[in-house]
Nanobody
């Protein structure tokens, strides 16, 4: 089991930036998947971004492509999500998740460990 702890959420104005962090501990292997999902009130949880460690391949939802970035050069066992040009529709609870290596990175079922979530609120 992998334990995940997110941090970095908060309140920001539209057009601003935030950086989320996810620290992983426990049974971590050299090649594994780490991702970010979000859930807005009244909506289903949706995929945001992911990185496949080892190869450092990154994946993004169309809604955040060009604005959000997972840097390949993350600290050991820590994954960041750099969020720029934030919009009010980005407001949600953001969850970090981890799972075994797979190409199905956009599916929540591919992840077997989840953090507690961190709130991101973007004001207009």
């Amino acid at each position: 089991q992998v334990q995940l702890v997110e941090s970095g959420g908060g309140l920001v104005q539209a057009g601003g930036s935030l950086r989320l962090s996810c620290a992983a501990s426990g049974r971590i292997f050299s090649s594994y998947l780490m991702g970010w999902f979000r859930q807005a009130p009244g909506k289903e949880r949706e995929f945001v971004a992911a990185i496949l460690r080892g190869a450092d391949n990154t994946y993004y939802a169309d809604s955040v492509k060009g604005r959000f970035t997972i840097p390949a050069a993350n600290a050991k066992h820590t994954v960041y999500l750099h969020m720029n040009s934030l919009k009010p529709e980005d407001t949600a609870v953001y969850y970090c998740a981890a799972g075994p290596k797979t190409l199905r990175v956009r599916m929540s079922a591919s992840y077997d460990s989840w953090g507690q979530g961190t709130q991101v609120t973007v004001s207009s």
